[in-house]
């Protein structure tokens, strides 16, 4: 069995040598970075299912935005997003819910001011 070539860690100024990319420590904390802000590596995928999520929308409602915080009201301006925020510890893989822009915004300016 050939013996595994050991790497340096991939965090800058460290001196810790292993087979994985980072040592223990700095693996732990890249993946909590992951974790944190999410990786880039899964935005396209994301934006992608945002886009698949208003165009279902659109065949079934039309042009409609459901409201949050107020009545359900015609608008062309549709967004999908997540309904637990991811940047509030929500699921990056949960479900999205179309709202237009402006209720959108709205309910991320709500549900912020409720956990602070
Ligand atoms: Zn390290
Ligand atoms: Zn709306």
Same mark, same amino acid.
């Given at each position: 069995?050939?013996?595994?070539?050991?790497?340096?860690?991939?965090?800058?100024?460290?001196?810790?040598?292993?087979?994985?990319?980072?040592?223990?420590?700095?693996?732990? =904390?890249?993946?909590?970075?992951?974790? *944190?802000?999410?990786?880039?590596?899964?935005?396209?995928?994301?934006?992608?299912?945002?886009?698949?999520?208003?165009?279902?929308?659109?065949?079934?409602?039309? =042009?409609?935005?459901?409201?949050?915080?107020?009545?359900?009201?015609?608008?062309?301006?549709?967004?999908?997003?997540?309904?637990?925020?991811?940047?509030?510890?929500?699921?990056?893989?949960?479900?999205? *819910?179309?709202?237009?822009?402006?209720?959108?915004?709205?309910?991320?300016?709500?549900?912020?001011?409720?956990?602070?």
């Amino acid at each position: 069995m050939p013996k595994p070539r050991l790497k340096p860690c991939a965090q800058p100024g460290c001196p810790e040598l292993q087979t994985e990319t980072r040592c223990t420590e700095h693996r732990r =904390d890249n993946d909590r970075y992951r974790r *944190q802000f999410g990786s880039k590596a899964s935005e396209p995928r994301d934006r992608a299912r945002r886009k698949a999520t208003v165009d279902t929308h659109r065949a079934q409602h039309g =042009d409609w935005c459901p409201g949050y915080g107020r009545e359900p009201h015609a608008s062309a301006d549709l967004t999908a997003d997540h309904i637990d925020e991811v940047s509030l510890g929500g699921d990056p893989h949960g479900p999205l *819910q179309t709202l237009c822009r402006s209720c959108n915004g709205r309910k991320n300016a709500t549900r912020q001011n409720r956990v602070r």
